[in-house]
Every structure is written in C-alpha cells, then in structure tokens.
C-alpha cells in the first residue's frame, strides 16, 4: 500500500475557491505539479534539483528580467 502525496496548493491561488492554480507535492525522490482543477488528470514529476531550476526560470520570466 502506498501513502497518499501530501500536496499543497500554492499560496498565489486566485479566486474564492482557490482552484486556479497548482499543488506541489515532496516525494523526497521527486517533486509532483498537478492542476488543482483537475487534480485527477495527471501529475508532473520533477527530480528536486531539476525542481529548483524549473523554479527560479519561472521566477526570472515572471519579473521581466529573462533575456
């Protein structure tokens, strides 16, 4: 039997509900994206290292500063 992923939703979720965003989950060997709309569609999985850079390109993209 496995555990359940303890996911989280991310804390810039939009809207009343809160469903317009993603949840993230630590699995320790990897790291899982999934829709909160529709969490049941599927998952990406990250290791942690390739995680963090996927991460901080989003963060550089976001505040207009990517070349």
Request: net charge negative; proline share 7%; with cysteine.
């Amino acid at each position: 039997m496995t555990n359940p992923l303890p996911w989280q939703k991310s804390s810039f979720s939009e809207g009343g509900d809160g469903n317009t965003c993603v949840e993230i989950a630590d699995a320790c060997t990897h790291i899982a994206i999934r829709d909160s709309k529709d969490p049941a569609r599927g998952t990406l999985t990250f290791p942690p290292r390739a995680f963090a850079t996927f991460v901080e390109v989003l963060k550089r993209d976001t505040s207009g500063t990517a070349t």
